[in-house]
């Protein structure tokens, strides 16, 4: 699934999108350079299920927990940047992380390949033409990939065709 960002904003909506579609025990690996919209991806998911504080890149933390008391809800957010530190970690225990009770997102993943479950989604990031827009390729194997990509998949078509009739109908694009 290919989608297009045009600024930070949308690419933080496309992320709310996607994580009305996640549960407890998926995994979603950002792809993409320094700056590409990982950090406002993870941003926008972690804003759509309910956490109303501040979200840095955990660059140097290695991995936030964020706790979701309405949801009872845990979700990392992993940045394997610095390899060697995130490896390390991994190893002593951080791993049953991923794909555990929480929900993962994972910054720089292909650094930490060896820990990633087997199935997990994948978000590549990619600049498209100016300086705020981005492609977002969104793909997975497995089972639970095809459902969430399945789900979302609807969830965005829907999404255009309500805002589609709205705009239609006179009210400016309000469902």
Not at 116 to 141: H, N, Q
Request: with cysteine; charged share 20%; proline share 3%.
């Amino acid at each position: 699934m290919h989608l297009h960002s045009n600024s930070p904003g949308q690419t933080a909506a496309i992320a709310a999108g996607l994580a009305a579609c996640l549960r407890a025990g998926d995994v979603v690996a950002l792809r993409g350079e320094l700056g590409s919209g990982k950090t406002v991806f993870a941003r926008g998911a972690l804003a759509a299920l309910g956490h109303r504080g501040k979200v840095c890149s955990p660059t140097y933390s290695l991995v936030v927990n964020y706790h979701i008391p309405a949801a009872d809800l845990d979700i990392y957010h992993f940045d394997a940047y610095l390899a060697d530190k995130e490896s390390q970690f991994l190893a002593e225990g951080g791993a049953e992380l991923l794909g555990g009770n929480g929900i993962c997102f994972v910054e720089w993943p292909e650094r930490i390949a060896q820990f990633l479950p087997k199935e997990y989604l994948s978000v590549e990031f990619a600049e498209s033409g100016d300086a705020e827009a981005r492609t977002l390729r969104i793909s997975g194997a497995g089972e639970r990939c095809r459902e969430l990509l399945q789900q979302f998949g609807d969830s965005q078509r829907f999404g255009r065709e309500s805002f589609a009739a709205a705009s239609s109908s006179g009210n400016g694009g309000r469902a």
